[in-house]
């Protein structure tokens, strides 16, 4: 094969890993195709070339996959986004009314947002995010804790 096919052939490859993160083997692969362009380079024969791209690329399998494999483990799943407040603690600024739908809380973090709830929560009352409903947080006062922060 040319050089430009090699090229060609490790940036797909390469392309195809970044499209389905996890695997790696994509990324062995590319790894032997590109080694292999060096080698189609030099003028070597075929079969020198797919040896090189074969033993690259089971090389780099062996090597590379078991240690990303393990680094993807140590990442925790930490959720971000909306998904990062369910959970958290907040505090009653506004009295909560079910009826109604009325109700602010405070997080943490200082933000200010509307809340419901199945039964009415007293202003200063703490209380545990739910999950988030459109732009309104469910919350729970299963906590019990009175506390008079704003």
């Not at 970044?18 to 692969?29: D, S």
């Not at 690259?56 to 393990?70: D, E, H, M, Q, T």
């Not at 799943?77 to 009653?92: F, I, K, R, Y």
């Amino acid at each position: 094969m040319s050089v430009l096919a090699w090229l060609v052939l490790a940036i797909v490859l390469l392309l195809v890993e970044m499209l389905t993160p996890g695997i790696f083997y994509f990324a062995c692969f590319s790894l032997g195709a590109f080694a292999t362009t060096i080698i189609a380079m030099l003028e070597m024969p075929i079969w020198v070339e797919w040896s090189v791209f074969f033993a690259i690329s089971l090389l780099a399998i062996f090597l590379v996959v078991p240690i990303a494999r393990r680094w993807m483990k140590k990442i925790p799943n930490t959720p971000v986004g909306l998904d990062s407040l369910e959970g958290q603690v907040a505090h009653v600024v506004e009295d909560i009314d079910p009826v109604s739908g009325q109700g602010q809380v405070r997080l943490s973090n200082g933000a200010i947002w509307r809340a419901v709830s199945d039964a009415s929560i007293a202003k200063g009352v703490s209380v545990e995010v739910i999950r988030v409903t459109g732009t309104r947080l469910q919350v729970s006062s299963s906590l019990n804790s009175n506390s008079s922060k704003e």
